[in-house]
């Protein structure tokens, strides 16, 4: 990791915006049958009442009330991005979801609390259920205080960027999240939040919520050093050494060799065709120390740090 910190200040100094392009990450429908786990094609999102205690997790809307003590009306919703394949180092994460507008009156229960508190143990959407619901913790990562019948919230960002983070470096498990309110009272026509789930398909799934990921320098070049599998080796090398890689689809690329203040020792263009690729260099003629790296590629420039012995 300190290799691609030094790599950052030497390559990219250059680039000050790209820690400011969200990578958007919005999970569409899934099989819905217990395997989604929140990635691209396999959303995962269900919403639970006391009111019939079943799993409603191919419904393209969710819905959260607030704790009634009156009648069976109190509603929450758990979700779950899977962020295994999005980078580990951001700058911030901000959640999104498109919330509905509110209905057109309230009697009772109109102002209350929301939160969003991360799951402890694993769940499916097809038959979790409202009185069997996986255990959260205790203490939320985000909350809406006092929020009233009549507040729109539109597609509303909250950040999460610690939780993420959490979860991409496998520091907890990631099991989703629940949002519920804590607030306790009579729901007669009560403030509610609803949205459009994983599983929404009007306006061509714009409406389901989404994850903006704001990567630094860092994130990008490990996400894509991961994506294409990049190993090199020897490293420290004495004559030459080699790259090895995996490319989505043919194109040109370059290389380039650097040593540690800047100056560029070697560079040549290649022609590569998709799927495995290896490109050797010699190092015969480069004195002992240390040098940097670096393929661009169309997908972006990775880079890593070589020792020549």
């Not at 998709?274 to 040098?291: K, M, Q, W």
């Amino acid at each position: 990791m300190k290799t691609l910190y030094t790599l950052a200040a030497v390559f990219f100094l250059a680039q000050p915006l790209l820690a400011q392009t969200p990578i958007i990450f919005q999970p569409g429908p899934g099989l819905n049958d217990g395997t989604d786990e929140g990635g691209v094609n396999g959303g995962k999102d269900v919403f639970l009442g006391d009111a019939d205690d079943v799993a409603h997790g191919i419904e393209s809307v969710f819905y959260i009330l607030p704790i009634s003590n009156c009648n069976p009306t109190t509603y929450v919703s758990l979700f779950k991005f899977d962020v295994s394949t999005l980078p580990a180092e951001v700058d911030s994460v901000m959640l999104v979801i498109n919330h509905s507008d509110p209905g057109a009156y309230c009697y009772s229960n109109c102002v209350a609390d929301f939160h969003l508190a991360a799951i402890t143990e694993p769940w499916r959407e097809t038959t979790v259920t409202f009185s069997a619901r996986p255990a959260k913790e205790s203490t939320p990562f985000y909350s809406i205080l006092n929020h009233n019948w009549d507040d729109s919230l539109h597609a509303k960002e909250y950040d999460i960027t610690q939780t993420y983070r959490n979860w991409a470096t496998e520091t907890v498990p990631n099991h989703g999240f629940e949002f519920y309110s804590s607030t306790v009272g009579c729901n007669n026509a009560a403030v509610t939040l609803y949205g459009a789930t994983s599983d929404d398909t009007t306006n061509a799934g714009a409406n389901r919520p989404y994850l903006k990921v704001y990567p630094t320098s860092v994130g990008v070049q490990s996400s894509l050093a991961a994506q294409m599998g990049l190993q090199v080796y020897p490293n420290p090398a004495s004559n030459q050494a080699t790259l090895e890689f995996t490319l989505a689809a043919s194109q040109n690329i370059v290389f380039e060799l650097v040593d540690v203040t800047g100056r560029l020792i070697n560079t040549r263009e290649y022609a590569l065709a998709a799927g495995a690729n290896r490109i050797t260099f010699s190092l015969s003629d480069v004195n002992a120390g240390l040098y940097y790296y670096r393929l661009k590629t169309n997908a972006g420039e990775v880079a890593g740090k070589l020792i020549k012995k």
